[in-house]
């Protein structure tokens, strides 16, 4: 069955540092990708997604490749801020009249001045 | 634009009792889903409705769980008897219901359920 495994956390990172949050999917076919924002007290956002292979999502300063060689789709930031602190969740789909999401297990960011 | 509301927010429940979430969508969403989010686990998606239609309930615990989206809008899931591993934030979310098409799920805060 489908899967997605991300690092674990929680990443703790210093202001204006470089992220990378790690995620690898496992599907038949060709899913779409995603990577979901869930700030404290918050519900679940969306913050990018790609489509097809080698598509790039991006928004707010992150950007993710679908790179369907190795089956992933890493998070990455160039300079983080304390407010992007959050849990930040990868996600699949394989779209079609289901559209089901199937998330991975979620990475905690904590980001300090 | 009204986001997806959910209430209660918080519920503290003894084993076996019963207990019930609702959803409101976002206006003119066809499709509403319910994810079971375990602590440090992502979401698992229970139950999808199209319109008033299920479209996939294949993890549903069925023996204990039940939903319903009467008149395609607003949707209630019920547990009778809860256990302590039904601890859980409980996610509503819709999406517009683009046939064959990828929607943007759009979720709400979510309910925390609590079993002793």
């Known amino acids: 069955g489908n899967s997605v495994t991300q690092m674990e956390g929680p990443v703790t990172l210093s202001e204006e540092a470089f992220l990378t949050i790690n995620c690898t999917y496992t599907a038949t076919g060709y899913p779409s990708l995603f990577w979901y924002v869930q700030y404290p007290g918050e519900g679940l956002q969306l913050l990018l997604k790609?489509?097809?292979?080698?598509d790039k999502g991006s928004n707010k300063g992150f950007e993710a490749t679908y790179r369907k060689e190795t089956t992933s789709f890493h998070l990455e930031k160039g300079s983080v801020q304390v407010s992007d602190s959050a849990v930040y969740f990868c996600?699949?789909?394989?779209?079609?009249?289901?559209?089901?999401?199937?998330f991975g297990t979620g990475t905690q960011l904590k980001v300090e001045l | 634009e009204a986001g997806v509301a959910q209430s209660p927010r918080y519920k503290i429940i003894e084993k076996r009792q019963s207990v019930a979430f609702w959803c409101n969508p976002i206006s003119g969403h066809a499709t509403l889903y319910w994810y079971q989010q375990i602590l440090g686990q992502g979401p698992k998606l229970l139950i999808q409705f199209q319109n008033n239609g299920v479209v996939d309930d294949s993890q549903l615990p069925k023996d204990r769980f039940s939903a319903e989206r009467l008149k395609g809008v607003d949707s209630t899931l019920k547990i009778q008897p809860a256990k302590l591993e039904d601890s859980a934030v409980y996610l509503c979310a819709s999406s517009v219901g683009s046939a064959g098409g990828l929607d943007t799920q759009y979720f709400g805060p979510g309910t925390r359920l609590t079993v002793l």
């Open positions: 790609a489509t097809k292979a080698d």
């Open positions: 996600a699949l789909s394989k779209g079609g009249g289901g559209n089901k999401l199937t």
